[in-house]
């Protein structure tokens, strides 16, 4: 029915108003996370980067990067250390001895240093116990009874009951 509406091909209305899109596309556009700005928000983060620098970096506000990117700023550090241990496993697989030797050094300062007198080369493995403080010396006592206390539970009953 084209005869209804001869403006309409004009680009009007029947009011004579101009035809706007179905959503006004007015005000801020809509912020987009994508794997990019997750990696540059973490390297950030981890690098010590305040939120208000990072937000401005990455050209939003920075309530809008605590919305999007809670995860990576909270976790950034570990996030970026798993990736470098990624990278450098990789390396290892395709035998670059370097990565072999940094992994290694890696491993070696996280490894559990084993405490003094204990591990290899240790007396016969006998521990002392170490010296107890004043509650845990009454608490222990208090767990094991003196020998005598059967007898006075004893008398106690013995009172009680009618003869």
């Excluded at 035809?19 to 794997?35: C, L, V, Y």
């Excluded at 491993?107 to 290899?120: F, M, N, S, T, W």
């Excluded at 004043?134 to 008398?155: N, V």
């Amino acid at each position: 029915m084209a005869g209804e509406n001869p403006g309409a091909a004009d680009g009007f209305d029947l009011f004579g108003n101009p035809i706007e899109p179905i959503r006004d596309r007015r005000g801020r556009p809509t912020f987009r996370k994508d794997k990019q700005n997750q990696d540059f928000v973490a390297v950030r983060a981890a690098a010590g980067w305040t939120q208000a620098a990072i937000a401005e970096a990455l050209g939003c506000d920075e309530k809008t990067l605590r919305k999007y990117f809670s995860r990576e700023l909270s976790g950034g550090a570990l996030m970026m250390e798993g990736i470098c241990l990624d990278v450098l496993l990789r390396k290892v697989r395709e035998g670059h001895t370097p990565s072999v030797r940094a992994l290694q050094d890696r491993l070696d300062r996280v490894a559990a240093q084993p405490a003094p007198g204990k591990g290899r080369g240790a007396d016969d493995g006998a521990e002392k116990p170490a010296p107890m403080g004043k509650k845990e010396q009454r608490l222990a006592d208090a767990a094991e009874p003196a020998a005598d206390y059967g007898d006075l539970y004893d008398r106690i009953r013995s009172k009680a009951r009618p003869q």
